[in-house]
């Protein structure tokens, strides 16, 4: 049996979720986590206020841009933090936003369990939370949307029960019923694609006036949310530089996010209504 000198029976990890940039929508659970921290595992754009909260001798560890500029490899990451738990560390794994929310927590847990080690999920406020939040977009609305959905404008192929899997990534995504009246479509890594997205939202029969806005940078210093139709999004994206990290909003909850917009819609209401 572990016993508590022994430093593997100490040793775990806590998947952490940072939220979208502000330090201020860190959870005080996340917090605590990072006070135990001997180890945080981090990924790219994460304020250095929040790493703050680890203590100063816990060794901080990025695994966004090494020397060469590239991404470390998932397996190595997994690697990583099982060799440090091995060692009896408390390992906080920090992530972007909501660790289960396109984050590979899932991967991690799973990588971390298969290695017999402990680990928990604290969750954090994802990017289409924080953007909508800021943005005064409310992702549902009883007037307006019953629905919403995350999807991934770019992506690695989707395992099925199928032979092999079948070709995940932009062109083989249907989305068309997950956009239009009453439904409201959040796009997590699409600003790159977003014309062909438009292009093949359109294709599939959603309306090119169909209001979207791009969310960029939410909640970090110089955040902006834009607006335009769908038939746009694309001349859009380009036209005003769009930079990563950005959320595409589609739907009709797009126009509640303006005061001008939203009187405007309101004024067409009061007129149908006449
Ligand atoms: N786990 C994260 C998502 C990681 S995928 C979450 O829950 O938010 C990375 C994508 O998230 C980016 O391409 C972008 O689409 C979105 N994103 C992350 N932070 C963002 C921010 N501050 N503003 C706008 N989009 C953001």
Redesign the pocket.
């Known amino acids: 049996m572990a016993s508590l000198l022994d430093p593997a029976a100490r040793g775990r990890v806590i998947l952490v979720?940072a939220g979208?940039?502000d330090p201020g929508l860190l959870t005080i659970k996340a917090v605590d986590a990072l006070r135990q921290a001997d180890v945080v595992v981090h990924d790219g754009?994460i304020d250095p206020a929040v790493l703050d909260h680890a203590p100063a001798h816990a060794q901080r560890i990025s695994v966004a841009k090494q020397r060469a500029r590239h991404t470390l490899p998932q397996e190595a990451i997994n690697a990583l933090i099982i060799a440090h738990v091995r060692a009896g560390s408390i390992v906080v794994r920090l992530?972007?936003?909501?660790?289960f929310?396109?984050?590979r927590g899932g991967e991690e847990v799973e990588a971390v369990r298969a290695a017999g080690l402990p680990v928990e999920v604290i969750p954090?406020v994802?990017?289409?939370l924080?953007?909508a939040a800021e943005a005064m977009l409310p992702l549902t609305h009883r007037d307006w949307s019953s629905a919403v959905s995350f999807v991934a404008g770019q992506c690695k192929p989707v395992l099925s029960d199928a032979a092999g899997g079948v070709e995940g990534g932009l062109s083989e995504q249907d989305w068309s019923g997950l956009a239009g009246k009453g439904r409201t479509l959040v796009i997590?890594?699409?600003?790159a694609n977003a014309a062909a997205i438009a292009d093949k939202l359109m294709a599939d029969g959603v309306d090119p006036g169909l209001p979207v806005a791009v969310?960029?940078?939410?909640?970090?210093p110089g955040h902006r949310a834009i607006r335009t139709l769908l038939a746009d999004l694309g001349d859009m994206v380009a036209r005003e530089k769009v930079q990563?990290?950005?959320?595409i909003v589609a739907g009709e909850v797009v126009l509640l996010s303006d005061a001008e917009n939203r009187l405007q819609t309101l004024a067409k209401q009061a007129e149908s209504f006449a």
């Open positions: 979720g979208p940039g754009l992530k972007g936003g909501d660790p929310v396109f984050g954090g994802s990017a289409a924080g953007g997590y890594m699409g600003v969310i960029e940078k939410a909640t970090l990563s990290p950005a959320i």
